[in-house]
């Protein structure tokens, strides 16, 4: 079946410039993960919605960084005002138990 | 310290080599363990998900948990050429949070 699906998979901004990234989850799974992956690092977690719910966003580098999931499929993370370090892939994964979390391409986002 | 500790390489091997990866945690809440795959400009792929101490083989994949040393291993039996990737460690805790906390990734490149 299909697997997790993000859009864009590149995305370029401007410092100062609003991004949304796009995560279509494993149809069914009912956890839905954010994460952040530095070149050459693992990924760092953002935050994790069960459902609609966003039960932990404790991961969030900043106030500028906002998530939703308003019907407990689709997710969308958003950065407001770029800045050179959040220059990152940003991986979503989802997850039907919580526990084994299957990903998706990611989304490279590159801050100018 | 990181949370958890993995050598990030890079190693190289020769095909039909076997190949041992490992991480160590410093967290004794972790109770679940995971390997992931990734390719390059590619999500993590799972390769591996064990609950709590012992062993747990698939096909040419052996993962190892020893949580009394806090270590985990990943052991690749008869290494070929499309097994050359970083390998993540990523572990959770039990209870209610569920985010990934990931080593840095082990470069692997297995020679034909």
């Known amino acids: 079946g299909a697997g997790v699906s993000q859009s864009p998979r590149y995305k370029v901004a401007k410092r100062g410039q609003d991004v949304a990234l796009r995560c279509d989850p494993i149809s069914g799974h009912v956890s839905l993960f954010w994460y952040q992956q530095a070149l050459g690092q693992g990924p760092e977690f953002l935050t994790y919605f069960q459902n609609e719910a966003q039960l932990d966003k404790s991961g969030l580098p900043s106030d500028r960084f906002f998530a939703e999931r308003p019907e407990g499929s689709v997710s969308t993370l958003k950065i407001q005002r770029t800045q050179q370090e959040d220059s990152a892939v940003y991986l979503c994964a989802s997850s039907f138990t919580g526990r084994e979390q299957y990903f998706g391409p990611g989304t490279r986002l590159t801050v100018t | 310290q990181k949370e958890v500790e993995q050598d990030p390489g890079p190693l190289s091997v020769p095909e039909g080599a076997i190949v041992s990866l490992n991480c160590t945690y410093s967290n004794s809440a972790f109770q679940y363990f995971m390997w992931y795959r990734q390719y390059s400009r590619k999500g993590p792929e799972l390769l591996m998900y064990?609950?709590?101490?012992g062993n747990k083989e698939d096909g040419r994949f052996t993962a190892q948990v020893d949580k009394s040393s806090k270590y985990i291993s990943l052991f690749i039996r008869d290494s070929q050429p499309s097994d050359s990737a970083t390998y993540l460690c990523a572990m959770s805790a039990a209870g209610s949070a569920r985010q990934l906390t990931f080593g840095s990734g082990t470069q692997l490149t297995v020679l034909p």
């Open positions: 064990t609950y709590s101490s």
